[in-house]
């Protein structure tokens, strides 16, 4: 049993890339009938996530729905010897969140996505108890390619409270921008949101000497400059002390057209699951006749 409550976060909601395609990003295949984000909702389950939440806006998150479904099975329980092993089995719900409209245009980098996604866990869970609140979080991103099965022979590492956990690739992680996953707490959450929105530009130019409101406002272009921070701007005050690293054995980002044709034509495979953990579960509806 996981040692603390760990949410899953996957940041889909304003990612930006060269496909230029009619369907949603998420969807491309990484291996024969297992795309992207499937991969990370695997790697989720993998990492010992006791929940995930989806992060992506509402014209992508029905087909991401019908992709994924509503709940998965945690791997580490799916087949454990026993005599009812099907009973012993663990379910992880999924969760969808659209980012927020106050922040859109505004706030709403690719990397944004991942503090509102974190924000409405912590905000929905405390809503039901304090007892189910979040106390890590781990970040997977569906563009990030590289073995999810490593994972498991660090779950220990990643679910312990109080160390960070970052999977790195040439020594670098997401702090350099590269597409790796990691966990962050909800203390590093709230000095990140402090930074970002310290850093970002707004609307009005500062108050001219003696005026005691601004009155002037900044160019378009210059507006709401945390539209376009990268990883490395929003989440640089993740605490990284006496936190657990680990280099992967292979990574590649496919989150563009050159990068994701490079992995395809790498030697790079990633080992697809079996059907009963990547296949979208759905709840079962139950019946209701008006009038009985």
């Known amino acids: 049993m996981s040692r603390i409550h760990l949410a899953g976060?996957?940041?889909?909601?304003?990612?930006?890339?060269?496909?230029?395609?009619?369907?949603?990003?998420?969807?491309?295949?990484?291996?024969?009938?297992?795309?992207?984000?499937?991969?990370?909702?695997?790697?989720?389950?993998?990492?010992?996530?006791?929940?995930?939440?989806?992060?992506?806006?509402?014209?992508?998150?029905?087909?991401?729905?019908?992709?994924?479904?509503?709940?998965?099975?945690d791997p580490v329980y799916y087949r454990r010897p026993s005599r009812h092993s099907s009973e012993?089995?663990?379910?992880?719900?999924?969760?969808?969140?659209?980012?927020?409209?106050?922040?859109r245009d505004r706030r709403d980098s690719y990397a944004w996505s991942i503090l509102f996604g974190i924000h409405t866990a912590w905000r929905v869970s405390y809503a039901l108890s304090r007892w189910v609140v979040p106390e890590k979080y781990y970040v997977s991103f569906p563009f990030g390619v590289y073995d999810i099965n490593q994972l498991r022979h660090h779950r220990k590492e990643i679910n312990k409270k109080g160390h960070n956990f970052f999977l790195t690739h040439a020594g670098k992680s997401v702090k350099d921008n590269t597409l790796a996953g990691f966990t962050m707490t909800g203390e590093d959450?709230?000095?990140?949101?402090?930074?970002?929105?310290?850093?970002?530009?707004k609307e009005y130019l500062p108050p001219s000497p003696g005026d005691q409101y601004p009155s002037a406002k900044l160019p378009l272009s210059d507006r709401w400059s945390a539209r376009h921070f990268e990883l490395k701007d929003v989440l640089e005050?993740?605490?990284?002390?006496?936190?657990?690293?680990?280099?992967?054995?292979?990574?590649?980002?496919?989150?563009?057209?050159?990068?994701?044709?490079?992995?395809?034509?790498?030697?790079?495979?990633?080992?697809?699951?079996?059907?009963?953990?990547?296949?979208?579960?759905?709840?079962?509806?139950?019946?209701?006749?008006?009038?009985?």
């Not at 496909?19 to 291996?31: G, K, M």
């Not at 719900?93 to 980012?99: A, L, Q, S, T």
């Not at 959450?189 to 530009?201: D, E, G, I, L, Y």
């Not at 980002?253 to 990547?278: C, M």
């Open 237 to 292: 005050k993740i605490n990284e002390k006496e936190s657990y690293k680990v280099e992967l054995h292979w990574f590649n980002d496919i989150s563009s057209w050159s990068g994701y044709r490079n992995y395809l034509a790498s030697n790079n495979i990633i080992e697809v699951p079996e059907e009963g953990l990547t296949k979208a579960h759905i709840h079962v509806k139950l019946p209701y006749v008006e009038g009985e």
């Open 88 to 103: 012993e089995r663990k379910e992880i719900p999924i969760y969808y969140v659209p980012i927020h409209p106050k922040d």
């Open 189 to 201: 959450f709230k000095a990140c949101r402090r930074s970002v929105n310290q850093k970002t530009t």
């Open 9 to 73: 976060i996957v940041p889909i909601a304003n990612f930006k890339s060269d496909f230029n395609l009619a369907t949603p990003e998420v969807l491309l295949p990484i291996n024969n009938g297992f795309s992207a984000i499937q991969k990370s909702i695997f790697e989720c389950a993998m990492a010992g996530c006791n929940t995930i939440w989806i992060v992506a806006n509402d014209d992508v998150a029905p087909v991401v729905r019908a992709t994924v479904g509503e709940w998965t099975y």
